[in-house]
């Protein structure tokens, strides 16, 4: 984590607890800089898009951490998830993958099911980062 940011949860109890290796609020005190990571496809740059669940999982995530690398960011200075998924059955498959790459850190998160944009896709991901 980086010196200059601190991270605290909010969990109150008289809300419903966040399930699912999440926190109902991070709030976040820095005074350095923030990253919008637009959504993320499982797509390589030569445009291959596998089809397995787990693996358009990984390849998001694979994205997600190289423009934070990029960035000089890794996945402790996210602070807000949002993950679209095409159907609920993938959720228990992005759900392991994404604890997987976090490992403790949980940053707020939100999780929708919908239509995404090219149907060979079954994730999305955005993300807000600071550091």
């Not at 607890?17 to 800089?33: I, S």
């Not at 679209?84 to 949980?106: I, K, P, S, W």
């Not at 995404?116 to 994730?123: A, G, H, N, Q």
Request: proline share 7%; aromatic share 6%; charged share 20%.
């Amino acid at each position: 984590m980086i010196d200059t940011m601190q991270m605290r949860p909010i969990n109150p109890e008289s809300v419903p607890e966040a399930k699912g290796g999440y926190h109902n609020a991070l709030e976040v005190q820095t005074v350095g800089r923030m990253l919008f990571i637009s959504g993320q496809i499982p797509q390589t740059p030569d445009g291959h898009v596998p089809t397995a669940p787990e693996a358009q999982c990984r390849l998001v995530w694979q994205n997600i951490q190289a423009i934070l690398a990029d960035a000089g960011m890794g996945v402790d200075n996210l602070v807000k998830v949002t993950t679209f998924l095409a159907d609920r059955r993938f959720a228990e498959v992005n759900t392991q993958v994404r604890n997987e790459v976090l490992g403790t850190h949980r940053p707020a998160l939100t999780v929708i099911v919908t239509g995404i944009f090219d149907p060979e896709w079954i994730i999305e991901v955005e993300a807000i980062a600071v550091a």
